[in-house]
């Protein structure tokens, strides 16, 4: 069983930035591929981003293009830790955001899909103010 523990979110204006954290209570933490998905009021649990081993080429994921270029993960294996830096943010970013794991398959394409991460974390709430 892996714990996640997600820190970061809170209230920010239009434009502002945050950096999410979520920490992973498993020493094999870099054979893990780790995601960040969100989820508005009314809406769907929405994938945001991912990541396997060191990221770089081919390891790492955007969802939606309205996060390329905003948004960027990032994987410290040693500290059992991903990021989710987001900058620029917008009203429409605000939402719960949620932390998930699942072991790597480096043979497959990452994972997309609420349905393919085996572990997640309680969320963390993004506010964007006007």
């Known amino acids: 069983q892996v714990q996640l523990v997600e820190s970061g979110g809170g209230l920010v204006q239009a434009g502002g930035s945050l950096r999410l954290s979520c920490v992973a209570s498993?020493?094999?933490?870099?054979?893990?591929?780790m995601a960040w998905f969100r989820q508005a009021p009314g809406k769907e649990r929405e994938f945001v981003a991912a990541v396997r081993g060191r990221g770089g080429n081919g390891n790492i994921y955007y969802g939606d293009s309205s996060v390329k270029g905003r948004f960027t993960i990032a994987k410290d294996n040693a500290k059992y830790t991903v990021y989710l830096q987001m900058n620029s943010l917008k009203l429409e970013d605000t939402a719960i955001y949620y932390c998930a794991a699942r072991p790597t398959i480096l043979t497959a394409p990452l994972a997309t899909t609420a349905r393919e991460y085996d572990y997640w974390g309680q969320g963390t709430q993004v506010t964007v103010s006007s």
């Open positions: 498993t020493r094999t933490f870099s054979n893990y591929a």
